[in-house]
């Protein structure tokens, strides 16, 4: 699929023999499955688009391919520089990437920007070429640098489409089109529950009434006979105990003036107990975090 839709005339793939220099080489920036299927789909930046050209199906196989296929290949070796200048190279283009690479590795990087940026208004075949010479420029000068990729950011130009601050931080950072900086959007976001196995399981929230609002409710009816509000979820909670005091409270005023009946005296002990248990767990959290100790 990779080989019948063209795709090796422009990218170099290891697993696919192929070796084609006007897009980026697939081994270097090893893109992942969605990464492939996003640029397959979309095209963009001197890539066409293979929506027309493709079922859902096959867009799908090749990016599986490609993106398993990089993965496989060794890590991309460092620059080497050699003798070649853009004279030797006319419009090869693999020549013309080692070359200007070559000047940036031995004159530094703005050098091999500059020339580049002169040679590529000067020739309708180099300005095609450029971003991807700039992507080496960047690989040569991560080499020159001893890999230091701030120093070899610090000495870069926008030239072409900024290709040359791609170029050092693909190799730096091995894997930069599967990250990113920034929120992502809604959609994305939708995209991403979309394809998630737990799909659906944690979607609603649920609030359980708890061993505690039981309890609370349990002793508040039978002590003042009438059930205090649920407490609400966690910020409330101690809203919970003091209704169900106030209930139980309540209760005992509003009653008929007698001494506390068995049931009114359990239910009072009850709430003394989840409160000062309640109590006790605030004050050791609180204190546990102080101190830094473990909870319990
Ligand atoms: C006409 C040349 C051409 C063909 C054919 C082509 N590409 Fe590309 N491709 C490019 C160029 C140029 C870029 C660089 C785009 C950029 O810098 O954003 C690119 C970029 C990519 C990327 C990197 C996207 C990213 O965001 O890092 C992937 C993956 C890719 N191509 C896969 C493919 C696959 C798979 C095929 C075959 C179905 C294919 N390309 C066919 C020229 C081509």
Excluded at 86 to 102: I, S
Aim: proline fraction near 5%; glycine fraction near 14%.
């Amino acid at each position: 699929m990779f080989a019948s839709s063209g795709c090796g005339s422009c990218h170099t793939l290891d697993g696919a023999s192929a070796s084609g220099q006007i897009g980026p080489n697939l081994d270097q920036i090893k893109p992942t499955y969605a990464t492939v299927l996003r640029q397959v789909a979309g095209g963009g930046n001197g890539m066409p688009s293979f929506r027309r050209k493709l079922s859902g199906d096959a867009m799908r196989a090749v990016a599986r391919f490609v993106s398993t296929s990089a993965a496989r290949s060794p890590a991309p070796p460092r620059f080497r520089p050699d003798r070649r200048t853009p004279a030797d190279c006319a419009v090869d283009f693999a020549c013309l990437k080692q070359a200007y690479g070559n000047i940036a590795f031995y004159q530094g990087p703005e050098t091999a920007l500059e020339r580049l940026d002169r040679a590529q208004r000067a020739s309708q075949a180099i300005a095609g070429f450029c971003h991807q010479i700039t992507h080496e420029i960047g690989h040569a000068a991560l080499a020159r640098y001893d890999g230091d990729s701030a120093k070899a950011l610090g000495h870069g130009t926008m030239t072409c489409w900024s290709g040359y601050y791609h170029g050092v931080v693909e190799r730096a950072f091995v894997l930069p089109p599967a990250s990113r900086i920034g929120p992502i959007s809604a959609e994305e976001r939708n995209a991403v529950m979309d394809r998630s196995p737990v799909k659906g399981v944690y979607d609603k929230t649920i609030d359980r009434e708890s061993a505690y609002e039981k309890l609370a409710n349990r002793a508040a009816v039978s002590a003042g006979g009438v059930a205090p509000a649920p407490p609400g979820n966690g910020s409330n909670a101690g809203g919970g105990i003091l209704d169900s005091l106030k209930g139980s409270l309540g209760g005992l005023m509003t009653g008929s003036g007698r001494k506390d009946s068995l049931v009114e005296a359990m239910a009072k002990s009850a709430v003394r107990t989840m409160g000062s248990t309640v109590g006790r767990e605030i004050v050791r959290g609180v204190l546990g975090s102080l101190l830094g100790g473990r909870r319990r």
